[in-house]
Every structure is written in structure tokens, then in C-alpha cells.
């Protein structure tokens, strides 16, 4: 009964707020409102908005799953993803807002043609349907089963639950997405992002107490002792993710998600100014340094903890949540994990949305659509996308590898092809329409058929670093034989695109942080590159504190 009240009253906490903060704003009556915040969204928004979009319980199952197999080398994702954050922040973000774009295939428009647009749009479209938005559904649906035991409630079996568990979960969501736009999703997204955190950072503590007898130290010393091979940040070859895919396809994984990825981007381009959006950016990269402690330990931590004997490490984690918080704790986050849930969902929803209206709608089926009727279009949409991604969630259940890298394979389908074509356009001139539109043809199929047609016996990261290679090659070449007239970039004038002025003082603690975690876990590292590391260290310190002191003083 606790664990219900206090799920109720979070849920209604940040259900009303966001009713509150947004009920009479004019931003859900016009598409600019309804898709970017009426660009007026504030860092702190950004930041919380964009690290519940990536953060849900496809992390908080799904990758503590793979840490419960493998250890702390899965965090691969989420260290390498501060980098890119910073990378967005920096060279991305300003090239956006100086454009005035609401989606990506919007800017790939004007750096190419329609058609570009177009496909572009139905690959994002198929990504958030296929392979996003139903694992996300499923693994909300198996977190909340393990808490509240909702197939002993209604006195049904495991999958009848699972299925009231994505409908019910899944239509909240697309109410958040489809009558609040994306200003009630960034609301509602503040509120849980510091839920998610806070509960996240229990969950953990109160395990290593559980572990210690009450002395969370002496968890983790005893986690640590036990496992040492679990704390090993390089793994090795023969590991699910090995480190050299760190420097093929996983970072390319990463710039697509954090770069080019319009459920991403979308929440920045609806900043106010680039200030805004950069402080946005840079707080969900710090974010994402403290996320492992909440996202991998517990996984590793319940391996320690059943021995390692669940038969399905997607399960790990929600047992572990259910042995180890307490009553009134449970249902405080399985309000967290709903509104993880609500996040990612709504705002994949709204970004289907977006894609659908502004790239094929607007210019393609009804060119004089007032605001009114636009608005009314989404809304539908959001529905029908909503029922179909009901539909397909719980058909992804029992992934041989995992949930979370069942995501990451079949992501593989859509972001080298679209990573490729968006940094050409950014990065050259005079690059033609008809190399963009095959090089995301090619990188699409090509991935298909190598990696689930003819199953080549290479890590599909790898295959992803080859394919982003080639089609960019292919590219280049049709653009030195066949160049177009150079593209010039227009400044829309629609927010202030002056940066910060810590941008990249914290850009460079952030990419220190995010190798000292590889540094500090990494097992048999030779001297040298300790030495060289120190040296490194120290030279981004003194720039960091001369660059502050510059700032504070004025100068």
C-alpha cells in the first residue's frame, strides 16, 4: 500500500506541474510551440530533457543486463557519449540554430533536395517504430511487473501483465506527447530527470548497504574483491562490446544519437539562444559521467549478489531494485521509471511527429494546412504511431544478446547513413543531391545484408565504422567528379547564436573526466601512458582555472 501511495503521488506531482506550467501557454497552438518550446527553452530544461530522452529503462534494465554479463567495459556507451555531447555542443548545435531548422532532414533539404528530406524522414520515422520506441515500451513494462507484481494483483500470467503493463504505461505517454507538445515533455522531463537520479543513486547505496551489512564501503570493497574482472574498463577482444570498437562504430553510434538524432537535437533547437542550449548540452555530458553509478554497478552488483543465477540478466536489475529498497522507496521509483518511460516515449512520439509533418505533411499532402489543422494532424498521428508501437513491444521480448544491444544493432541500420550524409553536408560545398541520396541507400542496405543476410563474423561495431567509412568515401568521390554549385549557409537570425563563455573550458573537464574513468579501471596499464595521462591532466587543470579566472574577473 506505501509503494502505491507514494507511486501515486509523484506521478501526480509531475503530472500537474507540467499541466501547470503549460495549460494556457499559446505553445501547443501553433507548430513551432507544439514541436520546439516556441524556441524558449532554458539549459536547464535542455539538459534534463535531452538526458531523460536517452536515459529510460532500456539503460536501467537493459544495459545493467549487460553489466550483469560482462562488467564495466558497457560502459563504453555512456563515457563515449559525454565526448560527443561536447562535440554537439560545440561545432553542431551552433550550425543548427544558425540555420532556424526544426528537424535534421529539414537541414538535409536545403543542403540537397526534397528527396533527400524525404528519405531521410522515413528512415528516422522507421528507427523510432522498429526499434526505439517498443523496446522502451517492453522494458518499462518487465521493470514494473518485478516491482508491484502487477500479474499477482490482477491474478493474470507474466505476458497477460506485461501486455496491460505497455498499454497502460504507453497511452499515458502519448497523452504527455500528444496534447502537451514538447514544452510539457521538458517540464515533466526536469522533474523526473532529477527523480530518475536521485532514485537511481538509491537503488545503488542501498544495495552495497545490503551487500555490507549497513556500511555501503564495505559493499563495494566486497563487490569489487569478489568480481574483479567485472571492473575491468577494457575487457577483452572477445568481449560483447570490445574496446576497439570504441574507435570504429561505437563512437559513430554515438555522434548519430547525440548529433544527429532528431529526438535528441529536437530538444536544443528549441532553445532560446546558444548559450542556453550549450549550458543545456554541457549538463547532461556531466550527467552522463555520473549515470554509470546508476546504470552498470547495480547490474554488477546483483550478479555479486544472486551469484550470478537469473536466468535472464534483463531481469537483474528489477530484482535487485525489489530485494533492496524499501517499501515506500519502490513505489517513489516505479514513479521514476514511469516518467523514464513517459520520457523517451512522448518524446520519440513528438520527434515521429515532427518528422512527419514538417518534412512530408506541410510540403507534400496539404501545402496550405493552417496552424489549427497541422496541430490536429499531429495529434492524430501521435496516436496511431502510439497504437502501432503498443502493438509491436512486447514481440521483442527474450533478445538473445539483450535488450539494449538489440537496440544498438538495429540502430545500426540507420545512423552511419545518416551520420555519413550529415556531416557531408555540414563539411562541404559542393557535394551533389544524387551522392547523399545513394550514400543513405547504400549504407542502409549494405548494413542489412552484411550484418543479418550473409552474418559476416565481425562485431556488427566494426561493420558499422567500415560502412560510415566507405560512404563517405563514395560521397567524396561522386562530388569530385560530378560537383555541384557551393552551398552557403544562411544565418535565420531566429535566437542569438553568440556561445558561451565556459563552453570550452567545460567541454575540456568533461573529456578529462571521461577518460579518467577509463584510466582509473583499466587493468595492467603500462607506466608511460600513466605519466602521459598525469601530464595531460595537469595542462587541462591550469587551462580550465586560467580560463574561470578570466571569466570571474571580467577579462
Known amino acids: 500500500m506505501l509503494a502505491f501511495l507514494s507511486f501515486l503521488s509523484f506521478t501526480l506531482l509531475v503530472a500537474g506541474f507540467s499541466y501547470y506550467k503549460t495549460h494556457n501557454s499559446h505553445l501547443t497552438k501553433s507548430t513551432e510551440g507544439y514541436f520546439l518550446g516556441g524556441r524558449s527553452l532554458t539549459g536547464i530544461y535542455i539538459g534534463s530533457s535531452m538526458l531523460l530522452m536517452n536515459l529510460s529503462t532500456e539503460h536501467l534494465v537493459g544495459l545493467n543486463g549487460l553489466a550483469f554479463r560482462t562488467g564495466f567495459i558497457v560502459m563504453a556507451w555512456e563515457v563515449i557519449a559525454a565526448m560527443t555531447i561536447v562535440l554537439f555542443a560545440i561545432y553542431f548545435l551552433p550550425k543548427y540554430l544558425k540555420l532556424g531548422i526544426s528537424t535534421i532532414p529539414e537541414y538535409l533539404e536545403r543542403r540537397f533536395d526534397k528527396n533527400t528530406l524525404l528519405i531521410t524522414s522515413i528512415l528516422f520515422l522507421a528507427m523510432y517504430v522498429i526499434s526505439l520506441l517498443p523496446i522502451v515500451l517492453y522494458t518499462g513494462a518487465i521493470a514494473l511487473e518485478s516491482l508491484f507484481q502487477v500479474s499477482n494483483i490482477f491474478h493474470v500470467d507474466k505476458t497477460t501483465a506485461l501486455w496491460i503493463m505497455v498499454w497502460g504505461v504507453g497511452g499515458l505517454g502519448a497523452i504527455y506527447a500528444i496534447f502537451g507538445g514538447i514544452k510539457a515533455i521538458a517540464v515533466a522531463d526536469t522533474i523526473n530527470g532529477a527523480g530518475l ?296 537570425e531566429q535566437v542569438n547564436i553568440t556561445p558561451w563563455s565556459m563552453v570550452k573550458p567545460v567541454a575540456w573537464l568533461i573529456i578529462l573526466a571521461s577518460i579518467s574513468m577509463y584510466v582509473f579501471l583499466a587493468h595492467h596499464i603500462p607506466q608511460i601512458i600513466m605519466v602521459i595521462y598525469y601530464l595531460f591532466a595537469a595542462l587541462v587543470l591550469f587551462y580550465v582555472f586560467y580560463k574561470m579566472s578570466k571569466s570571474l574577473l571580467g577579462k
Request: proline share 5%; hydrophobic share 55%.
Open 197 to 492: 537520479i536521485v532514485g537511481g543513486l538509491m537503488v545503488t547505496i542501498f544495495a552495497l548497504l545490503y551487500v555490507g551489512n549497513g556500511n555501503a564501503w564495505s559493499g563495494l570493497v566486497e563487490v569489487y574483491q569478489t568480481n574483479p574482472d567485472k571492473f575491468n574498463s577494457i575487457g577483452s577482444e572477445d568481449s560483447l562490446v570490445p574496446f576497439s570498437t570504441l574507435f570504429t562504430g561505437l563512437i559513430i553510434s554515438n555522434m548519430f544519437f547525440w548529433c544527429t538524432n532528431q529526438s535528441i537535437v529536437q530538444k536544443a533547437l528549441g532553445a532560446k539562444n546558444l548559450a542556453e542550449g550549450q549550458k543545456g548540452v554541457m549538463l547532461c555530458a556531466f550527467f552522463k559521467l555520473i549515470i554509470p553509478s546508476i546504470i552498470i554497478l547495480p547490474g554488477i552488483i546483483a550478479f555479486h549478489i544472486f551469484k550470478g543465477q537469473i536466468d535472464n540478466p534483463d531481469n537483474a536489475y528489477p530484482e535487485l531494485v525489489h530485494l533492496v529498497l524499501p517499501e515506500i522507496l519502490v513505489g517513489f521509483f516505479a514513479a521514476v521509471v514511469v516518467g523514464a518511460v513517459f520520457s523517451t516515449f512522448s518524446g520519440g512520439l513528438n520527434s515521429s511527429v515532427t518528422l512527419f509533418i514538417v518534412n512530408i505533411y506541410k510540403p507534400r499532402i496539404n501545402k496550405n494546412a493552417t496552424e489549427a489543422q497541422t496541430v490536429t494532424v499531429s495529434q492524430y498521428l501521435g496516436l496511431g504511431l502510439a497504437l502501432i508501437t503498443m502493438i509491436v513491444a512486447p514481440l521483442v521480448a527474450n533478445a538473445p544478446d539483450g535488450l539494449f544491444y538489440l537496440i544498438q544493432q538495429l540502430q545500426g541500420i540507420f545512423n552511419a547513413p545518416i551520420l555519413s550524409v550529415v556531416l557531408i553536408g555540414l563539411m562541404t560545398k559542393r557535394v551533389p543531391p544524387i551522392a547523399a541520396k545513394l550514400g543513405l541507400l547504400f549504407g542502409m542496405f549494405a548494413y542489412i545484408i552484411c550484418n543479418f543476410m550473409l552474418k559476416i563474423d565481425l562485431h556488427f561495431f566494426h561493420l558499422v565504422g567500415i560502412l560510415f567509412a566507405i560512404n563517405v568515401i563514395f560521397m567524396l568521390i561522386i562530388g569530385y567528379f560530378f560537383p555541384a554549385k557551393p552551398f552557403e549557409d544562411i544565418y535565420t
